[in-house]
């Protein structure tokens, strides 16, 4: 069963830097895309960036200049380098990843999720 594990959340003061990772576990043969969403307290999940296997990224409005994604697919890693931090970047983030195909049967998962990473900037 394919997992994803995340690491790299934490606590950092305004204008400071953070490096998100996540990795998919298990015996993969092949991910489509994988990015990453955050939910801050009372609002919505909404994207703040994802990347295809060929490399090419979406980012949300509200991280664009600030945030890289990037990838290793030979890892099936995703990375999430955040700069310029401000308060309102604090939320859970959480990895996915889209069409994850697997196992000696092939077997795809449409959509799966990391368990979450809570990231804080504070003020």
């Known amino acids: 069963q394919v997992q994803l594990v995340e690491s790299g959340g934490g606590l950092v003061q305004a204008g400071g830097s953070l490096r998100l990772s996540c990795t998919a576990s298990?015996?993969?043969?092949?991910?489509?895309?994988m990015g990453w969403y955050r939910q801050a307290p009372g609002k919505q999940r909404e994207l703040v960036a994802g990347?295809?296997?060929?490399?090419?990224?979406i980012y949300g409005d509200s991280v664009k200049g600030r945030f890289s994604v990037s990838s290793d697919n030979a890892k099936n890693t995703v990375y999430l380098q955040m700069n310029s931090l401000i308060p309102e970047d604090t939320a859970v983030y959480y990895c996915?990843?889209?069409?994850?195909?697997?196992?000696?049967?092939?077997?795809?998962?449409?959509?799966?999720w990391g368990q979450g990473n809570l990231v804080t900037v504070s003020s």
């Open positions: 996915n990843a889209v069409r994850v195909v697997s196992g000696t049967d092939r077997h795809m998962d449409p959509e799966l």
């Open positions: 298990g015996s993969i043969f092949s991910i489509n895309a």
């Open positions: 990347i295809t296997s060929g490399g090419s990224t």
